[in-house]
């Protein structure tokens, strides 16, 4: 366990990002809860544009991939093997959140919809939210079959034959919808280069990802 971003550290006293990767072995909601101590709550993760206020712990938010909060002492998480993990911080309204963006949820604008949340629930303006980005795939690793025909909607200035830079992608959504390029921190480690360190599907993980073990990315209020 890490807590890795910079960004945040002018707001240690209000706001507590953590980064979890193999060697701490969060197999299930019990284990992160035990290691967080505190409660907790995630999202459902279905490669989707849904993003949920929550306000107290309970289950994994159903159709959601974003869930958001102004509620101290809640651990907000998300857990991916490859896929883009987010913690966004509003120091103005002191709300904020997590978000897990595939390439899937890429290609339906999950990170707009989630900055669309974040306003209709906090009045968020994008130019003041802070933006993190846990350890995913490269861009020498982000291969498809043929991105063009997979990732609709997504400028081919970002492929290369048949590799996509996820990263790049995600951050120009960001940017195109307000968030200023000062204010976004990504982790730099590869999920898929960096096996030793983080669980990756392209990795060979699919039989321990299928027993429960995920990178995690957690955010609570102080």
């Not at 974003?66 to 709300?95: K, M, S, W």
Request: hydrophobic share 40%; proline share 5%; net charge negative.
């Amino acid at each position: 366990m890490t807590e890795p971003f910079a960004i945040f550290g002018p707001h240690a006293d209000r706001v507590r990002v953590r980064l979890y990767g193999r060697s701490d072995a969060i197999d299930s909601d019990d284990a992160l809860r035990a290691t967080e101590g505190l409660p907790i709550v995630g999202g459902e993760h279905v490669h989707g544009n849904v993003t949920v206020v929550v306000r107290e712990a309970g289950d994994r938010v159903r159709g959601a991939d974003g869930i958001i909060t102004e509620t101290a002492g809640l651990a907000l998480h998300t857990r991916g093997a490859d896929c883009q993990i987010f913690a966004v911080y509003d120091p103005a309204r002191h709300a904020g959140g997590t978000l897990h963006a595939g390439w899937r949820g890429l290609v339906r604008n999950a990170i707009p919809a989630f900055l669309d949340a974040m306003h209709a629930a906090f009045g968020s303006d994008p130019d003041d939210l802070l933006v993190a980005a846990g350890p995913s795939l490269c861009f020498r690793c982000g291969e498809f079959t043929d991105p063009a025909a997979e990732l609709t909607g997504i400028d081919p200035r970002f492929f290369d034959g048949r590799l996509a830079d996820l990263r790049a992608i995600a951050d120009d959504q960001w940017i195109r919808a307000g968030v200023r390029r000062a204010n976004m921190e990504r982790h730099p480690d590869c999920t898929k280069c960096d096996v030793a360190r983080w669980w990756s599907l392209r990795g060979g993980d699919k039989e321990s990802l299928g027993r429960g073990y995920r990178n995690a990315l957690t955010f609570s209020l102080r």
